[in-house]
């Protein structure tokens, strides 16, 4: 049985589900990775990419 303080779900439209299957097959060429593990590996790409441009937050202020 998992953790509960270790993991945590979210509820997706069935279309992002199926983009997000998408992209876990297209992340790291031939290896299908689960949905969980896709999406981790994206915020950790985003994440590491805002440490050196900044936050999420700031881009959307200054872009409106």
Known sequence: ?????????????????SKLNNLAKELIPGIHLSSA???ELMIDRVGS??????TFNDKNTQET
């Open 37 to 39: 593990k896709a999406v």
């Open 49 to 54: 990419s805002e440490d050196e441009k900044g």
């Open 1 to 17: 049985m998992p953790n509960k303080y270790k993991y945590s779900s979210i509820s997706l439209k069935t279309s992002t589900v």
